[in-house]
Structures are given as C-alpha cells and as structure tokens.
C-alpha cells in the first residue's frame, strides 16, 4: 500500500511528462476501443443482416453446386427437399428450415422487363428462416402461389403495385423458356439495394411449375438456429444428421456455413480487421518505446532518491516493484483518460450512429440496411485500461531493473 | 557549427537520441505504407476503369436512369457516321462499343439427355483491335483476342462453368430490338483471366459486327468510348464533345457525355471514403508518434540544462542556445524520417510487386482481388519532411520552455 502510494505520487511528480504520456496513451486507448467498437458493430449487423435476409446459418445443397452457382445449375439440385427438412428440423437448436430455388428470369410489367433473381421458397418454412415477411411494408405475405413478392426497388423501376399482374420468363431444366404470370402480393424494402432492387420471391411450387421440376425439388436448403453463435458445432450437428439418414456425402450432399455464402463480405471484414491489428500493433509499440524512456528519464533523475531509499532499508526488489507500480500507475491514469474519449465516442456513436447508406454506392455488394451503431461489450472498457496499464509495466521493466541494480554508494553520491 | 555540436550531442547522448529516431522512423514507416496502399488502390481503380471503360462515354440520355440500362432502345444510331464527326485533339483513341445482355448457352445435341449448362451475361460488341478492354486483352491465356474480326473470348472461369473449351462453340442467346429470340453457334477463339472473377463471370466479347448481327442493329452501338492525353482534362473535353453533339442535332437530353469520374462515382465515393478514414488515423498516428518524439525531447533537454546553463554562462545567448536545439531536433528528425523511408519505400516498392491480396473484398466491386501499393515521390516527400517537422516542432516547444529559465536557475538545476 505504501509503495502504491508512492508510485502514486511519482507519476505527477514531472507534470509535463506526465501530461505527454497520458496524451499518448490516451489517444492509442481511445483509437483502439473506438476502432474495435465500430468494426464490431458494422461486422454484426452486416453479418446479421447477411444471416437474416440471404444466408440463414446453415445451408444444404449438391456438393458441387456452389463452385457452379454463378450459372444457378438446375441440374446440381436437391431432388427431395422435404426429407431433408423434416431430418434437419429435428436438430437441437433449429428454429426454421425453408427450401430454396434459385433462378434468373425476366420480370415484366407488360411494356419493360428487367433481369431479376428469383427465389423460389416454401412460404412457411421461409418464414422462420427469414426475415422478408416482416419487411413487407405493402400488400401482404404469401397467401396463394400466384403471388410475387417484390423488392421496393424493383416496384419502382417497374411502376410496379401490389395488386398488379406480373409476367417472368425463366430458362426451364430443359432450356426452354417458359412463361409464368402472377401478381404483386406483397413490396418489400429492406435498406438493402441489392436486394430490395434485384430480388424476386416466388412460391416453390410456383417457381417449380416455371422450371418444369418436380415438387421435391429445390437448389438449397437454408437452416436458422435459435442461437447461431457456434457456428463450427451447428455445421457439424447438421452433418452429422444428414449423415445418420443417409443423406450426407453418400447422397451428394453437403453442409456448409453461411459464411461460405457470404465470402465477400468475409473477405472485406476481416482484411479490414487485419489492417487495424497492424496499425494498433504499431501505435502499441510507439506507446511502450515512449514509456520505456519516460521512466529511464524518471530514474535517472531519481538516482539520489534511489540511493536514500536503500539507504534506509528499501530491498531491491521493493525498488524495482515502486518502478513497475509507477508504470502500471501511468497506464492505467492514460488508459482512464483514453476512456473517457473513447465514452464520449461511444456515446455519440450509440446515441447518433452512421447512416452510410447516404454516402456509399446504392449496389454496394455490403448489407447496410440501417443506421450504424458500434458494439461493445461490458468488458471492453476496464480491459483497454488494463492492457495500457500493462504495456506501461512492460516499457518500465528495464529502468526498473536499472533502479534495482543500482549501488547504493553510486546512487548516494551521484550529481544527475 | 551548431550542426556539428548537434551530432556530436546526438552521440553523446545516443539514448536518448534513438527513441527520438524510433518514434519518428516509426511514424514515418506508417505514413508511407498506408500512402502507398492508399495510392495503390486508387491506381488499382483508375487502372481497372480507365482502360476498360475510357475516360469520356457517350450513350443515351435516358438509359443511365432507365429500369433497364441495357434495353436495346438505348442504342445510337449510324454510330461510326455520328463518332467521325466528333473532333478534339486531346483525343487520343475513341470507339463505338455495343453492350447487350445475353445467355450463353452449352451447345448439346437435341436428342441428348444431357442438360445444357446456361449463364447470363453482358456481351460487349467491340472492334477486333479495340484499345480498351486492356483487363481481358493482357489477360489472355490461350488463343486469340477476336483474330480477323470472328469469334468469342471468354473467361477461363465461364467457359469452365459452360463445359465449353477453346476451338469449340458457344451458343449466344439473345432477343433483338423487336424482343424477338435470335441464337448464334460462335467458335471460342480466346479465353482470359482478367483478375477480378466478377468481369471473369459476367462477360464476354464479340466484335462490334457480330453484335449488331446477333441484336439486329445494323449501324448502331450502345456508346461511344474515348482516350485523352491528359486524363485530368476529361471534363473540359466532355463538355466540348456535348457541344459538338448539339450542333450536329443531338443536345444533352438525347445524348448524354460523360467523364469518367461521373460515369464511376459510386466507385470512387468508396475510395474517397477509405481515403477520409486512413487520412483520420494517419492524423492519430502523427499526434501518438508527436507526443512521444516531444516527451523524449523534453528529456533530453532537461536532461542537460545544466550544461546549457554553463553554455549560457560563457557568452551563448538565449536565441543561439534555441538554435541548438532546433538543429539539433531537426537533425535528429531528418534521420529519423530518412531511416523511415529506408524502410519504407523497399516496403512499399516489395509490396508493388507481389501486391496485397484482399481476397473477395475488391472483387465484388470489379477490381482484382490484390492491391498493388505504389510510390509516388510526392509522397516520399512529404513523408519525409512530416517527420522532420515533428520533431522540430517538439523542439521549438522544448527549446522555449528551457530558455524560460536564467542563467543560475540552470547552473543549480537538478
């Protein structure tokens, strides 16, 4: 307690070097939290977002299917979805499995068409695995297989209502085209330009009917988890069940993660989160070369005080200890400080957020479907002012050991 | 002489010195990468537009906010009639190219169970010695870019996806101007990779003739391409072609010119974005690595104001002893940053070669999946005279605070 109080002391002791460490400490604290506060934030709700609109967690398609999906391969598709569906269902943790059929087709109003992806899904098992239903902001979710849900975008472009007739030509199994009328039942807007401009939902029995497929048929099986947090362990939940029935390799089928899907997204989180670490490693570095010096300064100007302490009794290692403490004291008053930045910004961004959807390309291949917030977590707070604490005591360690090497008769009558 | 007093402290009291000299190294070896990466990718965009796309683009006035900017409506007639009469010597190279959506088809035969493979994608109907589409000509990998004006390059990936090869034939489905189906059996005379597998996916080449055939639009093209000398002079040359067209009785409401940086806006708005992110940490990175040189010069200083007072008590007057330690804040910085870009630009120049991979990141928008930094000796530069500055600003303030002191108060400092 004594040498904490005198460690205390020391760290104010020069109140302009002080004032230059805390400055820097602080501000590395506060980039670094600010820093990981958004790149959370903006991972998960991309990632959600990602999750809840396309991907679910979990997805089972024909092994070879999505080195091919560019051409959406009608011929590398489930033949008996519902099977699948029912052995998944039962897997601790599912909450909804939906099948999907994926294909382009030309949607028009009648004068202009437009090239759009089309899924076609099972109305109730999309429900839980998806989020649109609850995106519909006109008209109404599926109430019969005539009907099209369309993005808001899309409705636009095509001065499209619900309530109108609609007409989608697709390539069938067999290469013929084919064509199916409907009508918009439904308009949904998402924030997503990708989708709310490019995404047509049909009805799987509707869309099977358009490519000539049998009603077993469907290009994936998408599965939502209550939890989707261990995303290794529902993978292989998955697989182990398709397994049992039967229904994994031996069938052609695989399970994957929904990152898989997503690789764009992936790609650009984590080279973002690669860069970061890069540059906080150096400002890190910066910051314990900075304390490093500060204290050999310290000690030096100390030599007397060194002297008259071991003098009066003070062991080497209590010594050496005063110096470590004086540097975990500077740490930590810094990292507090850089706390105190990293709150306000915290605040603002919790409070006001980022609205980039106004800033960035409308067809940017990245789900911002809202306002940003950052994300933290309780924890985050008091370990940034630990792990600064931390690195100061890692930058005092040689001048502490200096101080503890010292001959109490050179340190007595030194002259710095 | 306050140069060699300089050195000779920063010998002596070489400690001290080399955090001085780490902390601005340091900070210069970030500015220079994160420069480089910066330039790097903005090169990396230009280079992926310019040379695909042009510097200026005529087309349709109204297809740019149409549902379907791809609709054959959109089309310019007597192209090459319309495209000899626009003049500017800024010019260098221009075109006509007709895009057109289409379904690539895998030819089998009618009696065969087998399924065809199918991929939708946009044609572009070029000369067959076109200078654009630099992306798909250096990337070639076998065969010839559209040898005597027949045939179709794909990519690598495409033509895997179709189950077509090189020598074989594609099947090109598309619907004329009358929306009536038209198909064409074309031999594959090329395949590419062009480094971004979303040009790989999406499109094909065809010469101009071919397309016109293949969408009944005999004469027409979907827009005019240009080159200027001086890419920076785009807009002013664009308004000039704006002004031709009107005379020739098509105004801006018809026919629409644009420069490259209006036509690419949203790309350029991301990389405007990254470039206010990395400008903001490169400005923490300066105040850290400032705060740190400025501690370190502080100590120094302080660490030897009794030798500044013994200085001051033989003659050395207040202005000369600041002299001193600015010069020898500003040797001390100018090391510092040389030894920064010693590391950094092989860094940067090691890095240009072998190039950054970002995996699917870049992709998604078009570019290649790797960053290829580069050095520009603006940057060099400025790079080096930042950290020199930072550390003579430490000293300046270091050098004013000592010289608050008189003579005795040094000579009995502590």
Redesign the interface.
């Known amino acids: 307690m004594e040498l904490l109080t005198i460690a205390m002391r020391n760290v104010f002791r020069n109140p ?2 002080a004032a ?2 805390l ?2 400490i602080g ?2 604290v506060m ?1 670094i939290l600010t820093m990981k506060g958004w790149v959370a934030g903006f991972g998960t709700s991309a990632y959600q977002t990602t999750i809840d609109l396309d991907t679910a967690h979990v997805q089972v398609l024909q092994k070879d299917y999505q080195d ?1 999906a ?2 959406l ?3 590398l598709r489930i033949k008996d979805w519902t099977r699948l569906r029912d052995v998944v269902q039962a897997v601790p943790g599912v909450v909804g499995v939906g099948a999907r059929l994926d294909f ?1 087709a030309a949607l028009s109003n009648g004068q ?4 759009v992806s089309v899924r076609g899904v099972d109305p109730e098992g999309q429900s839980r695995s998806n989020t649109i239903k609850t995106q519909i902001t006109s008209g109404t979710y599926f109430t019969n297989d005539n009907q099209v849900l369309l993005g808001s975008g899309l409705a636009k ?2 001065s499209l209502k619900v309530g109108d007739q609609v007409f989608l030509t697709a ?1 069938d ?3 013929v ?1 084919n064509l199916v009328d409907g009508s918009v039942g439904g308009i949904f807007t998402t924030g997503y330009g990708l989708f709310d401009d490019g995404v047509v939902f049909l009805t799987l029995k509707k869309s099977q009917d358009a490519l000539a497929l049998g009603p077993g048929d469907a290009t994936r099986v998408v599965v939502k988890f209550a939890d989707g947090n261990d995303l290794d362990k529902d993978v292989k939940l998955v697989r182990q069940a398709l397994e049992a029935q039967g229904l994994g390799t031996a069938a052609g089928l695989t399970a994957s993660s929904w990152k898989v899907f997503a ?2 997204l ?3 989180l ?2 973002r989160i690669r860069i970061m670490t890069f ?1 906080m490693g ?2 890190v ?3 314990a ?2 304390i ?3 204290m ?2 310290a000690v ?2 100390r030599f007397q005080e060194i002297g008259t302490l071991r003098a009066i009794g003070m062991n080497r290692r209590k010594l050496s200890r005063m110096f470590l403490i004086e540097g975990f004291s500077l740490g930590l008053a810094g990292g507090l400080a850089g706390l105190v930045g990293a709150g306000l910004l915290a605040w603002l961004g919790l409070t006001f957020g980022i609205d980039a959807r106004s ?7 990245i789900p911002l479907v809202s306002v940003m917030h950052p994300l933290y977590s309780p924890l985050d707070f008091p370990l940034a002012a630990l792990a600064a604490a931390l690195v100061a005591v890692l930058g005092s360690i040689l001048p502490a050991r200096r101080a503890g090497r010292m001959v109490v008769r050179d340190a007595l009558g030194s002259h ?1 | 002489m306050f140069a060699k007093i300089a050195l000779l402290n920063i010998v002596k009291h070489a400690k001290r010195s080399v955090v001085v000299f780490v902390g601005v190294a340091l900070a210069v070896l970030i500015l220079s990468l994160v420069g480089g990466v910066i330039r790097g990718l903005t090169d990396t965009v230009l280079s992926s537009i310019i040379p695909t796309a042009g510097h200026i683009v005529i087309s349709d006035a109204a297809a740019k906010d149409s549902a379907n900017p791809i609709d054959l409506k959109y089309l310019i007639p007597d192209a090459q009639s319309l495209l000899s009469q626009l003049k500017d010597e800024r010019i260098i190279l221009a075109e006509p190219v007709l895009t057109f959506g289409a379904l690539l088809v895998q030819p089998v035969p009618t009696d065969s169970k087998v399924e065809a493979k199918n991929l939708g994608m946009l044609g572009q109907g070029v000369q067959p010695d076109t200078k654009f589409l630099s992306n798909i000509r250096q990337g070639l990998t076998a065969g010839a870019f559209l040898p005597e004006g027949n045939g179709i390059v794909l990519s690598n990936r495409a033509a895997k996806l179709l189950g077509v090869a090189l020598g074989g034939t594609v099947m090109v489905l598309t619907s004329d101007r009358g929306n009536n189906p038209w198909y064409q059996e074309i031999p594959i005379k090329g395949l590419f990779d062009s480094g971004s597998e979303t040009v790989d996916l999406t499109t094909f080449v065809v010469s101009q003739d071919t397309a016109r055939s293949l969408v009944d639009a005999e004469g027409m093209s979907r827009e005019f391409r240009f080159l200027v000398k001086d890419q920076d002079s785009a807009p002013a040359v664009a308004a000039s072609l704006q002004t031709q067209l009107a005379d020739l009785g098509y105004p801006k409401e018809k026919l629409r010119v644009e420069p490259w940086e209006i036509t690419f806006s949203s790309l350029l708005t991301i990389v405007q974005f990254v470039n206010i992110i990395t400008f903001i940490i490169r400005g923490f990175f300066v105040i850290v690595a400032g705060s740190v040189i400025t501690n370190s010069i502080l100590m120094t200083v302080f660490e030897r104001t009794r030798e500044y007072g013994t200085l001051r008590a033989i003659g050395l007057k207040k202005r000369q002893l600041q002299g001193m330690i600015l010069t020898e804040g500003l040797l001390l910085g100018a090391l510092g940053a040389v030894a920064g870009l010693i590391l950094g630009i092989p860094s940067v120049l090691l890095l240009a070669q072998v190039g950054i991979d970002v995996g699917n990141a870049t992709e998604s928008l078009g570019f290649a999946s790797r960053i290829y930094p580069s050095l520009a000796w603006f940057d060099v530069l400025f790079n080096f005279l930042f950290g020199t500055l930072i550390a003579v600003f430490a000293s300046v303030y270091a050098s004013r605070v000592s010289s608050r002191l008189s003579v005795s108060e040094m000579l009995t400092a502590v």
């Open positions: 302009r070097r230059l460490n400055i820097a501000i590395v980039i091919e560019r051409r391969p009608l011929d382009a202009s068409a437009l090239n472009k095509l390539l199994q067999y290469g085209r690789k764009s992936v790609d650009n984590e080279s540059l150096v400002l570095l910066l910051v070369v900075g490093l010096n500060s050999s300064m030096q100007e800033f960035l390309p409308r067809d940017l291949p710095v």
